[in-house]
């Protein structure tokens, strides 16, 4: 979650479509692909395996390839697993999983080619790791990839094509579209997806300011009214008690006891004023928890665990946004760098303040560096008088720990 530097390599989540953790969607769309990469692993197996059964292709290269064939499948099941066991990803085990795919791949069409005339059915499997490539490596590095992969191929399986170059090019530049169009597919899921995060993320950002906006206004209108009351009303009725308070001295009789009535409901009246003045006052805080409640609804890798009373109130615009300015800062930091399972964010109201606290359990850092976010984020709080602390240690998460004074004096 923190913003930090640290000089040991950084574990690698690839490219997520449609994040939080394992979603249905998400689910469905990976059983699909299980079943059209299953599918076609066994159609590019099934004639290489049916000619090791008839006797074929026997010896050595029969060996060969169920030794190639038996890697890519198990390569291939690596990277179908990992997605749903995210904790055991890393940027090695990816690459290298991927790699052992495209070299696999590579020998199974050697094989087929040199020793059994082969199809080109073969050329499969590497479309397979060119619809995997973009989420596993950047977009420049995935058609590197392809590029060298085909090339290789070209190379190694010469001497089992016609030996016209025409035919070498046609067989390169057909290989090459398959895999840049499989790979093409993928890289605009994954913008897709990311752009509908980010659309996810930003409406959950405009109705949390929307609702502590709201709250503000309503928070305005009730300090308005009390104040209307009181310079007004309050004015009017307290030296309306005034004269009937002279009037009463001055009367005799039965005008006397009906002044005195209205005296005695004018204060009565006046008192009420009060009352209503000081309840929309005692009122005109900001409840903070819809809006950090709005907050947290936004799509992440972790698993966000929130705990806020149902009414947290506050009575500075400032500092109401401070706490939420907060919270944001957290979710973000969360989701660009703790690779976390789990996320628990705490508000309390305690010790004359609130007490905000925030915790995962990603990587964390042996050595914290905080960035602009992280400064910000201390210096809004120092501000209006309270304090805030970050910790973090290698493999044991990164915790925030704040107080900010509720107070006016602070």
């Known amino acids: 979650?923190?913003?930090?530097?640290?000089?040991?390599?950084?574990?690698?989540?690839?490219?997520?479509?449609?994040?939080?953790?394992?979603?249905?969607?998400?689910?469905?769309?990976?059983?699909?692909?299980?079943?059209?990469?299953?599918?076609?692993?066994?159609?590019?197996?099934?004639?290489?395996?049916?000619?090791?059964?008839?006797?074929?292709?026997?010896?050595?290269?029969?060996?060969?390839?169920?030794?190639?064939?038996?890697?890519?499948?198990?390569?291939?099941?690596?990277v179908l697993v990992l997605p749903r066991r995210p904790q055991r990803i890393s940027r090695m085990r990816v690459i290298t999983l991927a790699l052992v795919q495209s070299l696999a791949g590579l020998a199974v069409n050697v094989i087929t080619n040199w020793y059994l005339g082969g199809t080109g059915m073969g050329l499969g499997l590497l479309v397979v790791v060119a619809v995997q490539l973009p989420y596993v490596v950047g977009s420049a590095a995935t058609w590197l990839w392809i590029l060298a992969q085909t090339l290789l191929m070209t190379a190694l399986i010469w001497r089992g094509l016609p030996g016209e170059l025409l035919e070498a090019v046609v067989f390169t530049v057909a290989s090459l579209a398959f895999q840049v169009f499989a790979a093409a597919s993928s890289t605009l899921s994954i913008s897709e997806g990311r752009a509908r995060t980010n659309l996810v993320r930003a409406n959950a950002e405009l109705r949390a300011t929307r609702e502590l906006l709201a709250e503000s206004s309503r928070t305005a209108e009730r300090l308005r009214i009390s104040r209307d009351l009181h310079d007004t009303l309050g004015h009017h009725l307290t030296a309306l008690s005034l004269q009937l308070d002279v009037a009463s001295r001055l009367s005799d009789g039965k005008v006397a006891e009906h002044v005195q009535q209205a005296h005695a409901i004018t204060r009565l009246l006046l008192s009420d004023v009060r009352d209503v003045v000081s309840s929309l006052r005692e009122s005109s805080t900001l409840n903070l928890a819809e809006a950090i409640r709005a907050l947290v609804i936004q799509p992440l890798q972790s698993k966000v665990h929130l705990a806020v009373p149902a009414m947290l109130t506050i009575d500075d615009p400032a500092k109401?946004?401070?706490?939420?300015?907060?919270?944001?800062?957290?979710?973000?930091?969360?989701?660009?760098?703790?690779?976390?399972?789990?996320?628990?964010?705490?508000?309390?109201?305690?010790?004359?303040?609130?007490i905000f606290t925030a915790r995962d359990d990603g990587r964390g850092s042996h050595e914290l560096c905080l960035g602009n976010g992280l400064t910000g984020m201390k210096e809004r709080f120092e501000a209006h008088g309270g304090h805030i602390e970050f910790r973090s240690a290698r493999g044991a998460g990164f915790e925030v720990r704040g107080l900010l004074p509720l107070s006016s004096s602070a």
Request: overall charge negative; glycine content about 8%; charged content about 10%.
């Open 320 to 354: 109401a946004e401070t706490l939420l300015r907060a919270v944001q800062e957290v979710l973000t930091n969360t989701a660009r760098h703790a690779h976390a399972a789990n996320l628990w964010i705490q508000a309390a109201v305690a010790d004359g303040g609130i």
């Open 1 to 78: 979650m923190t913003e930090h530097r640290a000089s040991a390599a950084a574990p690698f989540i690839p490219a997520t479509v449609d994040p939080p953790e394992m979603t249905a969607d998400v689910s469905k769309n990976l059983d699909w692909y299980t079943a059209v990469a299953g599918l076609t692993v066994i159609a590019c197996g099934l004639w290489p395996i049916g000619s090791i059964v008839n006797g074929t292709l026997s010896g050595v290269p029969a060996l060969a390839f169920a030794v190639s064939f038996a890697m890519y499948c198990a390569a291939l099941g690596g």
